[in-house]
């Protein structure tokens, strides 16, 4: 049992990232987004390297997550509308 405590505890320890790790990932991210919707956002007119540009990307980004993944609202899925508005509690029983 004690190696097993060890094992997870060195396991779990080994997962961490530091802040730069997870700084160097999120550039990494940024960097492939602006190579796929960069000339995108250009095309569209806006000035590379702009604040526009930026939010061009970003919004392009979002846009394919979406529609590739779906999307739930922030309280998650299964609890949309159809389980407060119209499921159980909205019949009125």
Do not use: H
């Amino acid at each position: 049992m004690r190696t097993f405590i060890i094992l997870s505890a060195a396991l779990l320890l080994g997962a961490c990232t530091t802040p730069q790790e997870r700084a160097a990932r999120k550039q990494a991210e940024m960097t492939e987004m602006i190579a796929v919707y960069g000339p995108a956002c250009e095309r569209l007119g806006f000035a590379v390297q702009s604040d526009p540009w930026r939010n061009c990307i970003i919004n392009l980004s979002t846009k394919d997550d979406v529609q590739r993944y779906g999307s739930y609202p922030a309280y998650g899925p299964g609890w949309g509308g159809r389980y407060w508005g119209g499921g159980f509690w909205g019949r009125g029983w």
